[in-house]
């Protein structure tokens, strides 16, 4: 297989709105809510779709068939993600061990919505090559499409890629790099031109107060966009806006809509959020329904949650997207539940996540 990096170039006039979209992950009905919100019109804007289109959704083939019609337009780019690369595993017969054990794994796959379409089902005794064959029969309009997709497409002032780039000339010797770059907001240089990335979810570049609007670093000129739709309880799926020098940028998620019943004004000392990244913790005290912990990478002691704790890689205790934050709320404002639990519930406000009372909150 190729794996040279295949770059798209485009066009971006004066005046013209520029939508990025990246990890819609199969969210069919996000999708159409979010271009709605920020009123796209095909014939006006260009539309970037920066990967992992499809898996871990509920609609990965009928939000693929969208996205395709979409792209029939000249205006509409769309790139290769990480997760979209299933596809390409089926269409070329690629490392298929990997992907079966993959499957086993991942029951919201668009291959397994593929296969329970021609009544089959993916298990432990599938052949692989096999279901290849079939789905090659039934399904290459669709398989072929994912697989001539680029990974980079740019133009004199923007660079779009799903995770990361090497550079700013050839963007990387291998398709990997730059659709599982980790972290890269982490590791990046400055760069000349805007480079717009998803992949890894904007709260985890946040260690204080978790946040999931699009993060923009002007000084390296790096825009991360995912808002951990998908694969975060409190994600969102946002849209960066760029027009001439203007940055803006709109979102949608599925959570249920609340108000503030009363003004909150709660001391936050120096909060604290729990990245998958930095997850290590070991507990000091247990309690009834939540523990007093060490967060190893910081070495904050503080109450956590037993509905966050849980085993992770080599027997380590976890406790990823846990926050400290107490949120301040003023009375009849909107706000979003993220999940409720005894006495408090996790929401989220302005795309920022944090704690509250139950009381706190009415319909």
């Known amino acids: 297989m190729d794996r040279s990096v295949k770059s798209k170039p485009f066009t971006l006039n004066k005046g013209q709105r520029l939508i990025a979209i990246s990890d819609i992950h199969g969210s069919l009905g996000l999708l159409r809510q979010l271009l709605a919100k920020v009123r796209y019109v095909p014939v006006e804007d260009v539309l970037v779709l920066a990967g992992d289109l499809i898996e871990k959704g509920p609609q990965s083939l009928a939000t693929l068939r969208y ?6 337009h000249p205006n509409v780019h769309v790139l290769m993600g990480n997760c979209d690369f299933v596809c390409k595993n089926i269409w070329n017969r690629y490392n298929l061990q990997f992907l079966h054990q993959m499957l086993l794994q991942r029951q919201a796959s668009i ?9 089959v089902t993916i298990d432990a005794h599938t052949d692989m090559e096999a279901l290849c064959t ?3 029969q039934h399904y290459a309009r669709e398989l072929s499409w994912v697989d001539t997709l680029p990974q980079v497409v740019y133009d004199d002032a923007h660079i779009f890629a799903h995770a990361g780039i090497m ?7 291998d398709f990997r790099e730059v659709m599982t770059y980790p972290h890269f907001l982490l590791h990046a240089p400055e760069f000349h031109r805007w480079v717009i990335v998803g992949h890894m979810p904007v709260s985890e570049y946040c260690h204080d107060i978790a946040r999931f ?9 790096i825009i991360s966009i995912d808002g951990g739709n998908g694969v975060k309880h409190a994600g969102q799926l946002n849209a960066l806006i760029l027009q ?3 940055i803006s940028w709109r979102s949608v998620d599925e959570l249920p809509l609340c108000h503030a019943a009363r003004d909150v004004d709660p001391a936050n000392h120096d909060p604290l959020f729990i990245t998958w990244r930095e997850s290590a913790i070991r507990i000091l005290h247990k309690g009834a329904s939540a523990d007093y912990c060490e967060h190893l990478a910081s070495g904050r002691k503080l109450w956590i949650d037993h509905a966050f704790i849980h085993e992770g890689k080599d027997h380590q205790l976890c406790a990823d997207d846990f926050t400290s934050y107490q ?3 003023c009375r009849g404002e909107r706000v979003y539940l993220v999940r409720r639990y005894a006495r408090f519930s996790l929401i989220k406000k302005a795309g920022i996540l944090g704690w509250c009372r139950n009381a706190d909150l009415c319909p």
């Open 67 to 72: 996205i395709m019609e979409l792209s029939a």
């Open 111 to 119: 291959l397994h919505e593929m296969a329970a379409a021609l009544q």
């Open 134 to 136: 079939l789905l090659h």
């Open 167 to 173: 550079n700013e000339q050839d963007f990387g010797s």
């Open 213 to 221: 609007h699009p993060l923009v670093d002007e000084r390296r000129h």
């Open 244 to 246: 001439d020098e203007m």
């Open 327 to 329: 949120m301040p709320l």
